[in-house]
Nanobody
């Protein structure tokens, strides 16, 4: 079956860095658009960044210049390098395959995409 497993979350101080990883299995990783989403308590799911199968990328304005999405097709792994973290980045972060452009509600309740379980990122001031 399709599996997406996130790792790399944790607690850091503002200005710090984390690198999230998402290891995928059960589908042809190279051919899928991949993305990172996040959801803070009380908020809707938010698209953070995507990388398409052709390598093109998208970043939300709130993270542009601070985050970098990448993937290693040989390892079936998606990454999100997060630098200059801010308290407002605090959220559960999810990776998804073929996820929505405009997510609503809870990330993992979306009708679109395959989703991981999420990893918590907490940024303190």
């Amino acid at each position: 079956e399709v599996q997406l497993v996130e790792s790399g979350g944790g607690s850091v101080q503002a200005g710090g860095s984390l690198r999230l990883s998402c290891t995928a299995s059960g589908f042809t990783f190279d051919d899928f658009d991949m993305g990172w989403y996040r959801q803070a308590p009380g908020n809707e799911c938010e698209l953070v960044s995507t990388i398409r199968s052709d390598g093109s990328t998208y970043y939300a304005d709130s993270v542009k210049g601070r985050f970098t999405i990448s993937k290693d097709n040989a390892k079936n792994t998606l990454y999100l390098q997060m630098n200059s973290l801010k308290p407002e980045d605090t959220a559960v972060h999810y990776c998804a395959a073929d996820g929505p452009w405009s997510p609503r509600g809870n990330c993992r309740d979306s009708e679109l995409g395959y989703w991981g379980q999420g990893t918590q990122v907490t940024v303190s001031s």
